[in-house]
């Protein structure tokens, strides 16, 4: 079995995108600037929004971190949202989710002006994606592609199994993976005999949130395995295949942790990169005498 190493594409690709921020910077531009909204105290949230702002840093990347009450009101976030908006320093804005649920995250995201939606969660953006146009994608799939693209893993033809139909992982992989030319089968919660539809995979991909949901039998010989699972078990994190019984049966496999989970920040400051890159050019042309 080949481990699948997030952490350490991750690390180079971030590399690459420092080096060409680095070279904006010298060239007198201001750096790239990232805003997060961290709503109330969700220990997973937290650490998570570590994180981004950890790998701001190490790009050379400016963060905001925002953190509201768990009992904000929809009035005083709507006003963080459009200030955010107007700031001219702030390239890409995300709202971590989940959020409380006296919010509508489906409508706080849609104020998020969708030329600084960084987790392309936008209704626009969700669109121009299912449409096949070019967008901001949401980053943990589009960092799946990215990481089977850097082990050369071509999945045109193969069978794709995603476990989960979430908007934020198992519904937009569905749709990248088709757009890769893979035949995709989603199975989820009311699936009625899941090893049924997981035996047949080439890939798999796994977003359930259940440590342990997949072991041995469920899977093919030589399959790919991409585990998406962000489980705490006994203090430790765990996905949500079971990686000890897969390992000698499985081709290529992901770690937890690791694996998807870098791959997801590394996307998040990729999607900010390129809403800068798009945010300065703006900015030149108004500079150009004669456009305007
Ligand atoms: N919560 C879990 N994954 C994500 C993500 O990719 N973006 C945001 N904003 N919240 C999340």
């Given at each position: 079995m080949i481990l699948i190493d997030g952490k350490a594409t991750a690390r180079q690709l971030n590399e690459d995108i420092k080096a060409k921020i680095d070279g904006f910077v010298q060239k007198g531009e201001r750096p790239p600037g990232l805003a997060i909204?961290?709503?109330?105290?969700?220990?997973?949230?937290?650490?998570?929004?570590?994180?981004?702002?950890?790998?701001?840093?190490?790009?050379?990347?400016?963060?905001?971190?925002?953190?509201?009450?768990?009992?904000?009101?929809?009035?005083?976030?709507?006003?963080?949202?459009?200030?955010?908006?107007?700031?001219?320093?702030?390239?890409?804005?995300?709202?971590?989710?989940?959020?409380?649920?006296?919010?509508?995250?489906?409508?706080?995201?849609?104020?998020?002006?969708?030329?600084?939606?960084?987790?392309?969660?936008?209704?626009?953006?969700?669109g121009y994606m299912y449409q096949k146009k070019p967008s901001i994608k949401p980053a943990t799939p589009k960092g799946i592609m990215t990481l089977l693209k850097a082990y050369d893993l071509d999945v045109a033809g193969m069978n794709a199994v995603v476990i989960g139909r979430s908007n934020i992982v198992g519904f937009p992989i569905a749709r990248l993976l088709m757009d890769a030319n893979a035949t995709v089968t989603i199975c989820h919660s009311r699936t009625s005999d899941l090893k049924q539809h997981t035996k047949e995979a080439d890939l798999l991909v796994v977003s359930a949130g259940r440590p342990g949901l997949v072991t041995k039998d469920m899977v093919k010989k030589g399959a790919i395995v991409i585990d998406v699972g962000v489980n705490r078990v006994d203090g430790k994190l765990v996905g949500d295949v079971d990686f000890e019984q897969l390992k000698d049966v499985v081709s290529y496999m992901t770690p937890v942790p690791g694996g998807v989970g870098p791959m997801t920040i590394h996307t998040l400051i990729h999607n900010t990169f390129e809403l800068y890159q798009a945010n300065i050019k703006t900015k030149d042309q108004l500079n150009t005498p004669g456009i305007l």
């Open positions: 909204i961290l709503i109330g105290e969700n220990p997973a949230s937290l650490s998570y929004v570590k994180g981004k702002g950890k790998a701001c840093l190490s790009v050379g990347m400016t963060h905001e971190l925002i953190r509201l009450p768990e009992d904000v009101t929809s009035e005083a976030v709507e006003k963080v949202i459009t200030r955010l908006n107007q700031d001219p320093l702030v390239d890409g804005m995300i709202l971590q989710l989940p959020i409380p649920r006296h919010l509508d995250a489906d409508r706080l995201i849609d104020l998020i002006s969708k030329d600084k939606d960084a987790d392309g969660f936008h209704v626009i953006n969700q």
